[in-house]
């Protein structure tokens, strides 16, 4: 895959240590590539941006902005409020995705139903695919995401998470870790998301699930944009 998370004005962008999150599944964490503005300066611009009341600011931009109303991780002890990514559960046919490599919505769905009963599909990553999933909000704090997984003993998922900008510019790019298999459907650990922090101009953001080892199927993928729980 070619490199990603170049700043704005061509500048090679700075690479820093970034946190992530806890889970029941083995995960490898990895860097931030993000644009050249320092920490420090997000910082100030959350803590300002908090104290004006500011949320999530692509709502006018025609991404999809969903409330986090559930909690689909709860009887994993995840009491946090989540919402959903843009056709995360593939009911759609992977509707906005993008889908590289042999990614395809396939027949079965995971045994825990968390949108609802009703769902009948998946998405298959066999080795060397990737899936790109559409835009969405994300709000100063957003903290982390998750989302089912099952796949040969072994296989392995590399998330990415892509801050965009205007015109769907990249302002950063989160390589939150590996996600193993345990041949069972399981949730993902919870991927943190620098902090709850965000990358100066950012509008939205998009997950890049990438199989970088056997064959993996996801389901129902969440965002934490509001950092409860």
């Not at 990415?160 to 298999?181: A, K, M, N, P």
Request: proline share 8%.
């Amino acid at each position: 895959m070619p490199p990603m998370g170049e700043g704005r004005h061509g500048r090679a962008p700075e690479t820093v240590y970034g946190d992530c999150g806890q889970g029941g599944m083995m995960k490898t964490p990895r860097m931030v590539r993000r644009a050249s503005a320092p920490v420090a300066i997000a910082s100030v611009l959350t803590a300002l941006a908090l104290s004006l009341g500011v949320g999530s600011g692509a709502a006018g931009l025609g991404v999809s902005c969903p409330d986090p109303t559930t909690q689909p991780f709860r009887p994993w002890s995840d009491y946090a409020r989540y919402a959903a990514v843009p056709d995360g559960g593939f009911e759609a046919g992977a509707s906005g995705w993008s889908l590289q490599g042999g990614a395809k919505v396939v027949a079965g769905n995971n045994p825990f139903f968390l949108r609802g009963s009703g769902d009948r599909f998946s998405l298959s990553l066999p080795a060397g695919s990737s899936a790109t999933s559409p835009p969405m909000c994300i709000a100063l704090l957003s903290s982390k995401m998750r989302f089912l997984m099952t796949g040969q003993t072994g296989s392995r998922l590399r998330v990415q998470i892509l801050y965009r900008g205007l015109v769907s510019s990249t302002v950063g790019v989160l390589d939150g870790g590996s996600v193993d298999s345990s041949g069972a459907w399981a949730p993902s650990p919870e991927l943190g998301m620098l902090g709850g922090l965000l990358p100066l101009l950012t509008q939205s953001v998009q997950f890049r699930l990438v199989a970088t080892s056997g064959s993996s199927r996801v389901d129902d993928l969440y965002l934490d944009p509001w950092k409860i729980g």
